[in-house]
């Protein structure tokens, strides 16, 4: 389990997801879009939440490389998930780009948000080369 309580957590975590797409053998593309998600989703959680934790794992099979990321903050929740994956949309005052582009980059992408907190589910699936 990674923390992110201070931006280096970020790159920390980013460098961490790459690290685990390289070993289970995925290419540059995917090794950078799994480290490009983790970093957002952990710049989101010192945005609004201020801290957050992120969980990476290797559920790969014989027939598939699957690897997961889980990031979970305890932080107001977002209000209406359903804009908040749209382009364009922001609460900050910034380009809304977080969300939408991490959902784009990833194969599986589940978000839950409440009151007590959000957590984003994704996944990158590959199909094994026999």
């Given at each position: 389990?990674l923390?992110?309580?201070?931006?280096?957590?970020?790159?920390l975590?980013?460098?961490?997801?790459?690290?685990?797409?390289?070993?289970?053998?995925?290419?540059m593309?995917d090794?950078?879009?799994l480290?490009?998600?983790?970093s957002?989703?952990?710049?989101?959680?010192?945005?609004?939440?201020v801290?957050?934790?992120?969980e990476?794992q290797d559920l790969?099979?014989?027939?598939?490389v699957r690897?997961?990321?889980?990031v979970?903050d305890?932080?107001?929740g977002?209000?209406?998930?359903a804009?908040?994956?749209?382009?364009?949309y922001?609460?900050?005052?910034r380009?809304?780009?977080?969300l939408?582009?991490?959902k784009r980059?990833?194969?599986h992408?589940d978000?839950?948000?409440?009151p007590?907190?959000?957590?984003?589910?994704?996944?990158i699936v590959?199909a094994?080369?026999?």
């Amino acid at each position: 389990m990674l923390e992110f309580r201070v931006s280096d957590d970020v790159v920390l975590a980013r460098l961490a997801a790459r690290d685990l797409a390289k070993a289970a053998g995925l290419g540059m593309m995917d090794q950078t879009r799994l480290a490009t998600a983790v970093s957002e989703l952990g710049r989101n959680a010192l945005a609004y939440a201020v801290s957050g934790q992120c969980e990476l794992q290797d559920l790969s099979d014989d027939r598939h490389v699957r690897l997961q990321v889980q990031v979970r903050d305890l932080g107001p929740g977002i209000a209406d998930v359903a804009r908040a994956v749209e382009d364009g949309y922001s609460t900050s005052g910034r380009p809304g780009a977080g969300l939408p582009s991490t959902k784009r980059l990833v194969d599986h992408f589940d978000i839950q948000s409440s009151p007590a907190g959000t957590c984003v589910t994704l996944q990158i699936v590959r199909a094994r080369h026999v």
